[in-house]
């Protein structure tokens, strides 16, 4: 599942996964079903959940849409027993459970229904339920409008965030705890997103991005959701990419940060790879590092920051969002790194400060504990036309094309005299097709 963002030109554009409701003979004595809603149309949804899997299911009425593209389905193909409880055709409000305590109820979906939840793990109704919501959750009001999980460490603790007209419901998975605020300045939210740590309300066809503990919102708000959370003729700037054969794939540049987590680079455009709960996507690289407006030549992470190399250009960034470039860069080359320019590749090791400089077949390692920092040893590698690097908990992958290259560690690639067999890149690594 691909949410298409922009033009990631070698990359991924929307792709639907999950169950296709082709057969609809089983629900033809449904009546109360309504024709298939259109979200291109500019609805309002009821609610929006992943699933365990990563999925996204946006809910409108008794039809949903699975993923960032496709048509809407019926669904009780997906929730069937949401049908043989109820024909209603709708639910108030949804979330995936974060709960890092009780792996007995972490990813499992919950729906709520006026006075009653329901709680799925993959996509089957789960024993004793559907329950009364104060069974579940104590304090939380019926007849909600919109739910979203919350983290610790994006909220104080594992936590759900309720919402009903301006009221909003801070529910402390552990303690069971209800804070109840007012966010006047946000609009009702009729159904609530959490997506690669950025948390979205939405109302009607709008969706407006807020900070979970403060509700704060930063930006210009509120957007249209067809330009970003699906695919609309006439909407968003995907144009009609497809998604790529695993053999079309190249990068610019691959790092992951302290944090875990991981980017690839490719022309004006990066996507984040460890984020298969929910999907893998694509971003402007400006929209993250508003300064890098021309793609990259290689980028690395160290002691929380990101090093993006551009021509004789280097750029460093907080790694913690939002991205803020350090004061004082860019700087040339030269003055951060003692090197000229220009560089196809570098990596870091976890917990090392060397940064390893691939300039065509040779490797230049410099101490960046040091000052000033200079080149401490060169080695020559047997590979050509290496276009980007990172050293990961599994050692060193050096990419040439749509190939990449395997070594335990950068000291056995210095040492390395024999050209060995590449791998190719897989839908795995970078949610490509065969």
Known sequence: QVLFTGSFNVHLTLTLTGPLDHDHDHHEDQVHHNAN???CDGIEFDAIAPDEKGHTFFFKGDHLWNGFNGPAQVSSAFFRELDDYHHLGHVDAAFRMHNSEENGKHDHIYFFLDDKVFSYYNHSLEEGYPKDIQLDFPGVPSHLDAAVECPKGECNSDSVLFFKGEEVYNYDIATQLVKERQWAHLPNCTSAFRWLEQYYCFHGHNFTRF????????????????????????????????????????????????????????????????????????????????????????????????????????????????????????????????????????????????????QGQMMKDIDLSATPRVVAREASLPISGIEAGMCGPDGVKLYVGSEYYHYESPGVLALSRMLQEPKNVTPDMMGCVE
């Open 37 to 39: 809603p259109d979200r």
């Open 211 to 358: 900070h979970p503990v403060s509700g704060e919102v930063n930006g210009v708000y509120p957007k249209d959701s067809r330009h970003y959370f699906m695919r609309c003729p006439n909407f968003g700037h995907g144009g009609e990419a497809k998604v790529p054969k695993c053999s079309e794939v190249t990068l610019d540049a691959i790092t992951s940060d302290d944090s875990g987590k991981t980017y690839a680079f490719t022309g004006h455009n990066y996507m984040r790879l460890d984020t298969h709960r929910d999907g893998k996507h694509t971003f402007p690289i400006a929209r993250t590092w508003k300064e890098v407006t021309n793609g990259v030549d290689a980028v690395f992470s160290y002691s929380d920051k990101i090093y993006i190399i551009k021509g004789d250009q280097v750029y460093i960034y907080k790694s913690a969002a939002p991205s803020t470039l350090i004061e004082g860069y860019p700087k040339s080359l030269n003055e951060e790194l003692g090197i000229e320019g220009p560089v196809n590749a570098a990596f870091v090791c976890k917990d090392h400060h060397i940064v390893h400089i691939i």
